[in-house]
């Protein structure tokens, strides 16, 4: 019996400036079995969701250049179709989780906490 | 040189070898030595500000997700507290990502700590110094 109708590969959008953090998160995703496509910014990543499946899950990073993280999520909250898809925010800044969010992670980022946050929201199909 | 002094230079040029040798290990992916110089509690705080136990890292490299074409390390200063060794120096590494090469140069802060008798790193920080603009992969 189907329990989740989740894929079984499912779709991680990776927003960060960083290009190692990105990188390096994108590389422990994909070898976790998910399918992670990065975005170099708020932009990048709108750019990305008007073009492409709507994925499973975003992680987003708050400071970025052209569109921050805050920016992005109000432009994703605005439309129906991005709306629903959860949140995982990763901040430095302790002080300023001033944003709605699904969860948020303090960097440095705990490798176990987000894979654990992560397959939470990106149960893959199972079944009974 | 007195009997402490004595003890210190030998763990000194014990650090030195390992610290050579978890470099050349990592380099060569060689995933069986880093499982020996690694202690089961290795925490790493790396350039990428995600933090990571042994057996992740051992996945990563394993799986050719941690790939380098490029790690030279040079010890800056080596110091002894007993049971526990603080390695400083600089490295610099060339990462094959998925889409472009990487080279950067950082500082790094090891510490090893004896377990049943043999050094072993239970602790790694990296900090950034400077990083080049990425190569994409041909």
Redesign the interface.
């Known amino acids: 019996m189907q329990v989740d109708k989740k894929r079984d590969d499912p779709r991680i959008l990776v927003v960060e400036d960083?290009?190692?953090?990105r990188?390096?998160?994108?590389?422990?995703l994909?070898?976790k079995g998910y399918r992670a496509v990065p975005a170099g910014n708020g932009k990048e990543a709108l750019d990305y969701l008007n073009r492409a499946p709507v994925p499973d899950l975003i992680i987003l990073d708050l400071w970025m250049p052209v569109m921050d993280g805050w920016q992005f999520r109000n432009e994703q909250i605005k439309d129906p179709r991005l709306a629903e898809i959860p949140v995982i925010v990763l901040t430095?800044l302790s002080d300023r989780t001033d944003i709605d969010a699904n969860e948020i992670i303090i960097?440095?980022?705990?490798?176990?906490r987000?894979l654990t946050t992560v397959s939470h929201y990106c149960r893959r199909e199972q079944t009974a | 040189m007195n009997p402490d002094d004595h003890r210190n230079a030998q763990v000194r040029r014990e650090i030195e070898a390992l610290e050579h040798r978890e470099a050349q290990a990592m380099l060569r992916a060689d995933t069986s030595t880093l499982q020996t110089l690694w202690a089961d509690e290795l925490l790493v705080n790396s350039t990428a500000n995600l933090i990571a136990g042994k057996q992740i890292l051992l996945e990563m490299v394993k799986n050719g997700r941690l790939k380098l074409r490029i790690y030279e390390r040079r010890l800056v200063r080596i110091t002894t507290f007993g049971e526990m060794v603080i390695a400083t120096g600089n490295e610099v590494s060339q990462l094959i990502g998925n889409t472009a090469e990487y080279k950067m140069f950082v500082s790094y802060m090891n510490v090893w700590a004896k377990r049943r008798g043999n050094w072993r790193l239970v602790a790694r920080h990296v900090g950034i110094i400077e990083r080049e603009k990425p190569v994409p992969l041909q």
């Open positions: 960083d290009e190692d953090a990188e390096a998160m994108v590389a422990l994909q070898m430095a960097k440095p980022v705990d490798v176990d987000l």
